[in-house]
């Protein structure tokens, strides 16, 4: 290899960091005036004015109705409806018997556990 290659490789090699180097330095700063043209707005905040915001915001209070009576008939016919019925009762005992084998089971747990657990079972 001749002196005049590797003078040629080195200065290609010296070329390519300055050109690496000046792209660095070019990326640097388009973020620096990116940042510098889009500040951010957002105020710091003090805690009460946050408190003072939520207790100020109106809160849903929808007066409370009563149950409505639904007429059955107007839906099912005779047959559906002890159908239904029956199931329902079927549904009804099956659960109070699983229920009573739950609370058997687990001892002292509250009603509402064992509820819970004896509906994971269906």
């Known amino acids: 290899m001749s002196i005049n290659a590797i003078k040629s490789q080195l200065l290609g090699i010296h070329q390519a960091k300055t050109n690496i180097k000046t792209d660095v ?3 640097e700063e388009k973020k ?3 940042a510098q043209t889009n500040p951010t ?3 710091q905040v003090s805690a009460e004015d946050v408190f003072k915001y ?3 915001t109106k809160t ?3 007066p409370v109705t009563t149950k409505k009576t639904v007429n059955i008939n107007a839906y099912v016919n005779e047959e559906s409806k002890s159908r239904i019925s029956a199931s329902m009762k079927d549904f009804e005992a099956l659960f109070s018997s699983k229920l009573s084998t ?3 089971e687990f001892g002292n747990i509250s009603d509402d556990l064992a509820e819970k657990i004896t509906l994971f079972m269906f």
């Open 32 to 34: 620096s005036q990116t």
């Open 25 to 27: 330095k070019e990326k």
């Open 41 to 43: 707005t957002n105020k």
């Open 102 to 104: 739950v609370k058997s």
């Open 60 to 62: 849903v209070t929808t």
């Open 54 to 56: 939520l207790s100020a």
